[in-house]
């Protein structure tokens, strides 16, 4: 779920926590339909109402995050009144929320991926020429042997 948080500070200088969604998981949908048929179909509802039906269904002691705040909620003009109507079901979610009893099904066998190609041949690195060492210096011990002193 992707919500839009709203950048700023309030009055007394701390960040804002408010965000505007309007899709929701399918477990905060069903929190929000719960609460709606508690309060007998009405949408609009005051934080109290909603942090009393929270209370009474999940034993929370206060107004679910995503409504109390969520900006796309507020009904504007008035202070502490929420329009539940306005969320829906994100596309997403109703995947996640299948029957317990259902039957799974196995998924079907992968196919097997195409064998890597073959490593191009690498060249061949070509030996360096012995380096050229300044006059009287053997180039290796083999060297010092047959050279000659004079």
Do not use: W
Request: with cysteine; charged share 30%; glycine share 6%.
């Amino acid at each position: 779920m992707a919500f839009k948080k709203l950048e700023g500070l309030t009055k007394d200088g701390n960040p804002r926590t408010l965000f505007r969604a309007l899709a929701i998981n399918a477990d905060q949908f069903k929190l929000v339909q719960e609460i709606v048929a508690h309060y007998n179909g009405e949408t609009k509802l005051t934080r109290k109402q909603l942090r009393d039906a929270h209370g009474v269904l999940r034993g929370k002691k206060a107004a679910p995050y995503f409504v109390s705040k969520n900006v796309a909620c507020k009904v504007k003009g008035t202070h502490g009144v929420y329009n539940v109507a306005v969320l829906k079901l994100a596309k997403g979610s109703a995947e996640i929320t299948k029957p317990e009893n259902e039957i799974k099904v196995p998924a079907p066998a992968k196919k097997e991926s195409k064998p890597k190609r073959e490593a191009r041949a690498k060249r061949e690195v070509k030996a360096l020429p012995a380096p050229v060492l300044p006059d009287g210096a053997p180039a290796s011990d083999s060297d010092a042997d047959h050279m000659i002193v004079g």
